[in-house]
């Protein structure tokens, strides 16, 4: 069953360094969405992306976000100057048709 | 902004028995979807309802999307030990605006 895949699993990182984070979301999907889970709180969303550009953002992606698909298979999800407060886990999702989004099995992202 | 209310916050239940949970929202959702999260992993995605009072079943699992179009409920019948986990729902705004907005999850125990 074709599925979101994210890489690394687990991203340890000092403050203030750069981080990328990497999704390939399935093949025939459209629609791409990062969300991010603070531990034990809800989910909440970032950003989605649609024909090559962002579509819409929340208020916590700042100017220090950004996300790409740089090829034909991957999206991915750039911090610039990573914060304490940027620890989470982030979630890749795709959508074929913009309504059920499927969600890739994250990356625990730990700001040190 | 928008918030969904879910509850019970947490169920503890015993095996075989059945759960019921539900989802409020200050706001109308177009579309409402059901989430289960394992720990560490990311949502799965369980039932997706498209139309106020719609009723969808996915095994043992019920969903129905409320009237009012602020409200969604999920049973399960005959609990078995693998249901154990966070069930969030999520609601999705007007056509365009795909972002889902998660519930604050309801965690499902079951005791042996």
Same mark, same amino acid.
């Given at each position: 069953?074709?599925?979101?895949t994210?890489?690394?699993s ?7 360094q750069?981080v ?22 809800k989910?909440?969303?970032l950003?989605? @992306?649609?024909n090559?550009?962002? *579509?819409? +953002?929340? %208020?916590?992606?700042?100017?220090? $976000?950004?996300?790409?698909?740089p #090829?034909?298979?991957? @999206?991915?999800?750039k911090?610039? *100057?990573? +914060?304490? %407060?940027?620890?989470?886990?982030? $979630?890749?999702?795709?959508s074929? #048709? ?6 890739g ?5 730990t700001?040190? | ?9 947490s169920?503890?239940?015993?095996e075989g ?6 989802c409020?929202?200050?706001s ?22 498209y ?9 043992r ?9 602020k409200?969604?409920?999920l ?10 986990g ?15 907005t998660?519930?604050t999850?309801?965690?499902?125990t079951?005791?042996p």
């Open positions: 069953e074709p599925e979101v994210q890489t690394p687990h991203q340890v990182t000092q403050m203030g750069e990328i984070l990497r999704c390939v979301p399935i093949s025939n999907h459209l629609y791409f969405y990062w969300y991010r889970q603070i531990l034990g709180q989910v909440e969303f950003v989605s @992306f649609y090559n550009e962002i *579509s819409e +953002k929340s %208020e916590i992606f700042d100017d220090q $976000f950004s996300v790409e698909r #090829d034909g298979s991957n @999206f991915t999800l911090i610039r *100057s990573t +914060k304490l %407060e940027d620890s989470a886990m982030y $979630f890749c999702a795709s074929e #048709d913009s309504t059920e989004a499927f969600f099995q994250g990356t625990r992202l700001v040190v | 902004g928008q918030q969904l209310n879910q509850s019970p916050q169920m503890f239940i015993q028995e059945d759960v019921s949970m539900n409020t929202s200050s109308i959702f177009n579309t409402w979807l059901w989430y289960k999260q394992d720990p560490g992993e990311g949502p799965v995605l369980l039932i997706a309802l139309k106020a009072g719609e009723l969808t079943s996915n095994g699992l019920t969903a129905q999307f409320g009237i009012t179009r409200d969604s409920f049973n399960i019948s005959a609990s078995i030990p693998s249901d154990v966070i069930y969030f729902c999520a609601g999705q705004g007007l056509i365009g605006n795909e972002k889902l998660f519930g999850g309801t965690r499902l079951i005791i």
